[in-house]
């Protein structure tokens, strides 16, 4: 791991080396104690394994490849081919930006006439896709279809797609998951209604039907059901603003891959698709999960003096938070979000002490936290944290969030 990765990752690494060391002293049942560290070992995974996701999109030339890649990132990332075919040697592109990078599987279409204006190495489409496998195995696979096309001659396309996903199984011993997209639905009739959210009821048929022939084609293919999203990718960019924008339903998309895609290459894709429901979507799975352990903990229930240590997995759980913003995370961080919630904590703080002034937030019943309590403290606290973090809302209106949240959990769970 990089020095730079090191720095970035300090905080949720000091965070869970504390859990860990409170762990051996805390007076907790064996059990409790096992799922504690098992769900931390995800979670470090998930933080400190973080990768680009390996992508592989497949399609006939001017499918919208290149547009569907930008419209990802938000920003142009890959040309666009308006007559030629544009992509050539199948091999893997790393498009980067400030928020992260994803790696593409680009090749030239599949069942193309001419040669396209880049080179290319291997006699067939396919056989490029196979060579650059061979080394590099595809988190799942985009099979892309105009929306005016998915009724024409696509047979030979699925044909190869099926060999493309046998290949893989054969190498990696992986089941890439495969995901298909029809792409510029705006083209669809009636063309005045050329806009998203594409609402007209003629669209809306036209594009269901597109879907539904794709579905059926691939899950023939397949053998099996195959999700299908619509989409448009299209925009333009002039000094680096939107000028011209046809994007629509890529946020389904993305949030539906992610779903996909291996523990380790989830937190770069939301991170860099600037898409707040899908960051938020991920941030809640975590809180709702380290909730759920401390809740359990709670219900022991857990004493006073062992409450570092849900403490420390609280504070793993609002700094892993803060990355899938896709912010870095300091302690003056940590510090103005404490302080917003009214822990007042200096900037090198200790564990003991913020656990006392955490305790504070949260009533406790003689000398034990109920597992209720600590159920709604941890949730509450990652309703805040997405508030902060993800939404930058404003310190007010953040402990407005966790005062809410913890007194609407807290009744649900007593």
């Known amino acids: 791991m990089g020095s730079h990765k ?22 907790l049942p064996a059990k409790a104690k096992e799922g504690i560290r098992a769900e931390l070992e995800e979670l470090r995974a998930f933080v400190f394994d973080a990768r680009p996701a390996r992508i592989a999109i497949v399609g006939r030339r001017g499918a919208g490849k290149s547009s569907l890649i930008n419209a990802i990132f938000g920003e142009v990332r890959a040309e666009v081919g308006d007559v030629k ?27 193309e006439a001419e040669r396209p204006e880049e080179a290319h190495g291997e006699e067939t489409s396919l056989a490029e896709v196979q060579a650059a496998i061979q080394d590099k195995c595809p988190d799942a696979i985009l ?48 063309k005045s209604a050329d806009r998203p959210p594409f609402d007209h009821g003629e669209k809306q048929k036209n594009i269901e039907h597109a ?77 709702k999960r380290m909730a759920g352990l401390t809740g359990a903990v709670g219900a022991q229930p857990i004493p006073l003096a062992d409450l570092p240590v849900i403490t420390g997995m609280q504070m793993t759980m609002i700094s892993t938070i803060a990355l899938i913003s896709g912010r870095s995370l300091t302690k003056k961080d940590m510090k103005d979000f404490l302080g917003a919630l009214g822990v007042n904590v200096a900037a090198g703080f200790a564990f003991r002490q913020l656990a006392r002034q955490l305790a504070r937030l949260f009533p406790v019943a003689g000398h034990a936290v109920s597992g209720a309590v600590a159920y709604a403290g941890t949730y509450a606290l990652a309703e805040a944290a997405i508030a902060y973090f993800i939404e ?23």
Do not use: C
């Open 211 to 287: 879907q539904a022939i794709l579905a059926d084609k691939l899950a023939a293919s397949a053998g099996s059901p195959v999700t299908v999203i619509p989409v448009a990718a299209y925009f333009e960019i002039e000094a680096g603003e939107v000028v011209y924008d046809l994007r629509w339903n890529v946020d389904k998309l993305l949030d539906f891959l992610i779903e996909q895609l291996p523990n380790e290459a989830q937190m770069v894709l939301a991170k860099l698709s600037k898409v707040q429901a899908i960051q938020k979507k991920l941030a809640r799975r975590i809180g």
């Open 6 to 27: 090191e720095e970035k990752y300090t905080q949720v690494k000091e965070y869970m080396e504390y859990v860990h060391e409170g762990l051996d002293k805390a007076r």
């Open 392 to 414: 930058e809302r404003s310190l007010t209106n953040v402990k407005a969030v966790f005062q809410n949240e913890f007194q609407q959990k807290r009744e649900e769970n007593e």
């Open 85 to 111: 075919a544009q992509t050539g040697t199948g091999s893997w592109y790393t498009y980067s930006s400030a928020s992260g990078a994803l790696e593409i599987l680009d090749t030239r279409g599949l069942g």
């Open 143 to 190: 099979f892309i279809s105009k929306a005016k096309e998915v009724s024409g001659r696509i047979d030979e396309d699925t044909k190869q797609l099926a060999e493309l996903k046998a290949f893989i199984q054969e190498k990696h011993q992986y089941e890439a998951p495969l995901i298909g997209v029809v792409t510029q639905v705006d083209e669809l009739s009636p």
